[in-house]
């Protein structure tokens, strides 16, 4: 286990409680709080993985998401997504998108966690394929 | 010699044969087959009940007494149907565009309807037609006498015929006279039936004239001689007189009520009238072109003493001739049965239409003329009006006791009829002459009739010659009618007649003068005098079949195709036709109008089948009716129009209603969502951290602190948030009580202040103004305090400027008070400025710093409440917000 995972979340709170519980996990967490700036953090940070927030202050999460899957670098990229409203609609939005997983807040830490280790499971699996 | 009862029993055939004939002609009209009932001829023929039994027989006696002047009773008429064609056309087109009934109602309608004249006119025609009813019985007992005991021509003891024969036609008349109330008060049996008596009557004085020119003289020539040798053409010759009597008899046959009956109402085809213009004159000349000739023969036989007014049943009597003599007989029961018969008729028609019915409705009040009920009155009345006419002239012949006297009433009854002409001639001729002319002169003409010929005549008949007839009353000497106006009268008829006739044209023209017409009687004058522009010319049943093509067309219109063709199918059946177009025969028609007036009205429907089939320009009345009808189809599509641009309305405010509501739909479900995010996110926190606590494994105490203190933080913040919604909840439902109560405004933003902490932080510097706050309000102090609060905070924790200060600026308005509250940051972008008021709505610059953005909208609800508001005024630098305050405020002492 273990990679860069950036975190894109604007609530001050969440990002520090998930920064906490990934970083025990072996995780290096880049935290990142402004939509608008946060395509140029992925570039910046190349990370292996993203846990991005819907609700974005300056940029909605599905359109990072979006330009996300339409460059080359970073289409394969895993994306595990966050949203308060849990309502079906944006879960199928996301998923259409090309989202990997889906988080509804509040979730569980556990959750959290075998969301991400999954995710990274199934990338190394496919990396060695 | 024929027995008395053989006489009978040959009148009861004939009588019988009549019936026959009516009846069938009544059945073949009905089923619209009776052509020949329809032909010019028959017309002509009915035209000849002119020449009645005072003609018949008396035309001989005439010219045994004064020569040729009975030619001049033919003269008239004659003249009238060759020279005066055109008026008799215009009566006719006149009388069927009008529906006109008889001379009463042509003249009532032309005077705007006036039921007054027309009972003036109904009077004189019954008073007129009496005696000369009287004379028809007479002449009908007479030839009877005569015939049972030829050469006595004393009183007769055959007494009670004269009531039989009265009897019988009324029942003829009223069986074929008042069948039903035709539209076109046609009476098809009866015609036919005056029709064969007219060949008869004709008939019978030819065969007696060439009898006696052969028979009895040796061919012409020798008749000539006889005729030189005769004292008929020794009499003088005066001209006044054959004048006189030429226009009175021209006169009679364009007003007497029979006349008028045959030639205007009977009439099916105007073009018959072409006919009637040589055929009938040639009638008259034929009936009385051997009256000389018997007259000579008659004298020859008699001498002087003998009663010439017989000589045409007794000359062919005394030479032996029975069957002729019957021919003669049954010639004259004809010339008298069919005179009374279509007098009665006419007369009954006027007597019910303008004196019972009016008076009857008067009485009753009916409110519905066209009821079954009413037609069941008139017809009764008609049938009473029919027996009434009868027994009047039999009462006044049983009165009169067949004196001579009776003979002169024909050409008295003329003169009174005549009254009816200046009236008639200038209604049709004149579109100046009104109603009080009219009423005048006929008024006028009949009294001066009355007085000079009718009473003296009637006193006479009765035996008595009241002195006051020949001193004048009240010994007025010229009132007198034996020396009116003291002319010492050598004609008394043609006196009566200059002075009533006289007096009458000049009265009419005078009265239309000085009066003024109704605008009915304007209108119909029009129509009278112009009535060629007005309708088409009536064509018989040959032109009928058109007419039906014409009635289908328009039935399809309204009644629609399947309907229209299912009515005309049945009815053609019903009269077993196979081509599927019905004869338009009046019961067709009567169910053809009630089916088209449940969709037009009854009396649109009448206009349009009336237009069709009679030709005849749609009346007054019909108009009005017309009027009304469409006046309630207007209403009615007025409001269907009201009540659809109603719908439209309603259908215009339920898709506003339901557009609202579908906004509002969506507002609620973007609110909700809004709700959900602003509930989830701190609980997010709350959850993780909490969870982290409660591992086990090290998590050093400061970030066990740490941790703790933001759930505690998250947990205010839910608190809060779910505070606020409450509260705006219940500011929005306008639940709120407000506390209202004096404050001094400078109390109320010390609170403020000091609630939202700035003075404790001391970051934000605010300034104010004291003595502008030393207001006192009327307000609720711990509401205006929270909008304080939340613009203070607002600024505290979104002003960006190095150092921020708030200006709270107080402003005196009339009738308000404006409080600004001003920071140096740098303002809210302008696209935001819309949005800051909406629930959940935060400027970007807003975003990372604590608040759901409800607090605007909260204070914004607030300020609603105290009647004051909230708005934000864009400026050029800073965020400056503006609270305005109802005008109860006092400046403090």
Not at chain 2, 311 to 325: E, H, I, R, Y
Not at chain 2, 792 to 800: E, F, M
Request: glycine share 10%; proline share 4%.
């Amino acid at each position: 286990m273990g990679g860069r995972i950036l975190l894109i979340e604007d609530e001050g709170n969440i990002l520090e409680a998930i920064s906490f519980i990934l970083s025990r996990a072996g995780w290096q967490v880049q935290g990142h709080g402004n939509g608008a700036t946060a395509l140029d953090a992925v570039a910046r940070t190349r990370p292996d993985m993203i846990v991005l927030d819907v609700m974005l202050p300056g940029c909605s999460g599905l359109e990072i998401l979006r330009a996300l899957r339409q460059r080359p670098e970073t289409a394969a990229l895993p994306v595990v997504m966050l949203t308060a409203k849990g309502q079906l609609k944006d879960r199928e939005t996301a998923l259409e998108l090309g989202a990997d997983a889906y988080l509804t807040k509040p979730f569980s830490n556990a959750d959290l966690l075998a969301t991400v280790a999954l995710l990274a499971q199934s990338r190394a699996e496919s990396g060695r394929a | 010699m024929l027995s008395f009862n053989g006489l009978v029993a040959v009148c009861v055939l004939y009588v019988v044969f009549l019936f026959g004939i009516a009846f069938l002609a009544e059945k073949r009209a009905a089923e619209g087959r009776a052509r020949w009932l329809n032909s010019p001829i028959t017309y002509t023929l009915s035209l000849s009940i002119y020449t009645t039994a005072w003609t018949f027989y008396g035309a001989v006696g005439s010219a045994v007494r004064n020569g040729l002047e009975f030619l001049t009773i033919y003269l008239g008429p004659t003249l009238i149907f060759i020279g005066w064609f055109w008026l008799l056309r215009k009566m006719v087109r006149i009388g069927r565009a009008q529906r006109i009934t008889s001379i009463a109602d042509m003249i009532s309608s032309r005077y705007g309807k006036s039921g007054g004249v027309a009972a003036l006119v109904t009077l004189l025609a019954v008073i007129g037609a009496t005696p000369y009813i009287a004379l028809q019985l007479q002449s009908v007992t007479l030839s009877f006498s005569v015939f049972v005991r030829p050469g006595a021509l004393g009183a007769p003891d055959t007494e009670q015929t004269a009531i039989w024969v009265a009897a019988g036609l009324a029942l003829f008349t009223i069986i074929f006279g008042t069948r039903s109330l035709d539209v076109n008060e046609r009476h098809p049996g009866l015609v036919s039936a005056i029709a064969l008596e007219a060949i008869v009557k004709l008939a019978a004085i030819l065969a007696v004239g060439i009898f006696v020119v052969w028979g009895v003289a040796d061919g012409p020539a020798n008749m000539l001689a006889r005729i030189e040798a005769s004292p008929v053409s020794q009499t003088g010759w005066n001209g006044a007189r054959w004048l006189g009597l030429t226009v009175l008899a021209g006169a009679a046959i364009l007003c007497l009520p029979r006349m008028f009956q045959v030639l205007v109402v009977e009439n099916s085809d105007e073009r018959h009238l072409a006919t009637a213009g040589w055929a009938f004159p040639l009638y008259l000349m034929l009936i009385s072109v051997f009256v000389v000739p018997i007259a000579v023969v008659g004298l020859e036989m008699f001498g002087s003493d003998a009663n010439p007014d017989l000589f045409v049943l007794t000359v062919p009597l005394g030479m032996g001739q029975d069957g002729l003599a019957l021919l003669v007989f049954l010639g004259g029961f004809s010339a008298a049965t069919s005179m009374v018969i279509v007098a009665a008729l006419a007369l009954s028609t006027m007597l019910a239409n303008h004196i019972i019915v009016p008076f009857w409705l008067r009485l009753t009040r009916h409110d519905d003329p066209m009821s079954g009920d009413m037609r069941r009155v008139a017809l009764m009345a008609r049938r009473l009006s029919i027996t009434g006419v009868m027994f009047l002239g039999y009462g006044y012949y049983r009165l009169s006791g067949g004196a001579d006297a009776l003979a002169d009433i024909g050409l008295i009854a003329f003169l009174g009829v005549a009254q009816i002409l200046p009236a008639l001639l200038g209604g049709i001729l004149w579109r100046g002459a009104t109603r009080v002319g009219a009423a005048l002169g006929i008024g006028a003409g009949f009294l001066i009739w009355a007085w000079l010929l009718l009473i003296p005549n009637v006193a006479e008949t009765g035996g008595v010659m009241p002195q006051m007839l020949i001193d004048g009353p009240f010994g007025l000497v010229w009132l007198s009618p034996v020396t009116p106006l003291g002319l010492q009268a050598t004609d008394p008829l043609l006196t009566a007649m200059v002075l009533s006739l006289g007096v009458n044209t000049f009265l009419f023209i005078f009265g239309s003068l000085v009066s003024f017409p109704s605008p009915l009687e304007r209108l119909q004058g029009a129509q009278f005098v112009n009535v060629y522009d007005h309708s088409q010319p009536l064509y018989g049943w040959q032109g009928a079949s058109g007419a039906a093509d014409d009635l289908l067309i328009m039935a399809q219109r309204i009644l629609g195709t399947s309907r229209a063709g299912r009515l005309f199918q049945t009815a053609a059946e019903a009269q077993g036709r196979i081509s599927g177009v019905p004869e338009p025969t009046p019961d067709f028609l009567e169910r053809l109008e009630r089916e088209l007036a449940g969709s037009v009205g009854a009396a649109t429907a009448h206009a349009m089948v009336a237009q069709i089939v009679g030709g005849a320009s749609v009346s007054v009345r019909d108009l009005l009716a017309v009027a009304d009808e469409t006046a309630q189809i207007m209403e009615y599509s007025t409001q269907l129009e009201a009540k659809s641009e109603e719908l439209a309305q309603t259908a215009a405010r339920l898709q506003e209603v339901n557009a609202k509501l579908t906004a509002l739909s969506l507002q609620k479900d973007a609110f909700l969502s809004q709700i959900s995010h602003e509930l989830r996110t701190p609980m997010t926190s709350i959850r993780s951290f909490s969870e982290i606590l409660m591992q086990p494994d090290g998590i050093d105490a400061a970030a066990r602190t740490r941790f703790s203190r933001i759930i505690h933080d998250e947990t205010v913040r839910l608190t809060r948030l779910l505070d606020d919604l409450l509260d705006l909840s219940v500011l929005e439902n306008g639940r709120v009580t407000l506390h209202e109560a004096e404050a001094r405004l400078s109390d109320v933003l010390d609170r403020a202040i000091h609630a939202a902490g700035a003075q404790a932080d001391g970051r934000l510097i605010i300034r104010r103004d004291p003595d502008a706050e030393a207001v006192t309000l009327w307000t609720d102090p711990d509401r205006l305090a929270q909008v304080f609060i939340n613009l203070i905070s607002n600024a505290q924790k979104y002003c960006d400027a190095p150092a921020p200060e708030l200006t709270i600026s107080v402003r005196q308005m009339p009738g308000r008070l404006q409080v600004e509250f001003a920071d140096n940051g740098s303002g809210i972008p302008k696209r935001q400025q819309a949005l800051i008021f909406e629930k959940f709505a935060r400027a970007d610059t807003a975003k990372g710093a604590p608040g759901a953005g409800l607090g605007l909208a909260i204070s914004r609800e607030i300020m609603a409440r105290l009647g004051g508001g909230l708005s934000y005024v864009p400026s050029e630098q800073g965020t400056r917000f503006r609270v305005r305050l109802p005008g109860r405020t006092r400046r403090a002492a």
